[in-house]
């Protein structure tokens, strides 16, 4: 998976998934074809203990399942989310950096329907 932010063509914005050849390089071409979600600003990427992609997105942090369908989002207190990760002892500990702070939270199981 790759976050594109394309600021002079908002067109090409988006998340874009590449599948894996058995050689174990990515078919490059096919996958600029087709974008598998639609942020408005990516940057940070990193699955969930849930299985859903979490990706930063300016103040929010935008939750997609396996089909690429938001099912839900997470507003940052301040700031505009630069990257993420789950760690911890668990690994449900949820650290979102921004240009201005690091958070770091219990997950909650809010990226479900």
Do not use: H
């Not at 058995?22 to 979600?37: L, N, R, S």
């Not at 203990?49 to 990706?55: A, I, Q, S, T, V």
């Not at 839900?72 to 668990?90: A, Y």
């Amino acid at each position: 998976m790759i976050a594109v932010s394309n600021y002079k063509n908002r067109r090409r914005t988006g998340l874009y998934r590449f599948a894996l050849l058995e050689d174990g390089t990515f078919d490059a071409a096919a996958g600029k074809k087709t974008k598998w979600a639609s942020p408005n600003a990516p940057d940070g990427l990193a699955f969930g203990p849930d299985g859903n992609l979490y990706c930063t997105d300016g103040n929010l942090i935008r939750i997609y399942d396996g089909a690429g369908t938001e099912v839900n989002k997470v507003r940052i207190p301040q700031g505009s989310g630069t990257n993420l990760t789950f760690g911890g002892i668990d690994g449900r500990t949820l650290f979102v950096t921004t240009d201005k702070q690091l958070y770091a939270g219990a997950w909650n199981e809010r990226g479900k329907k």
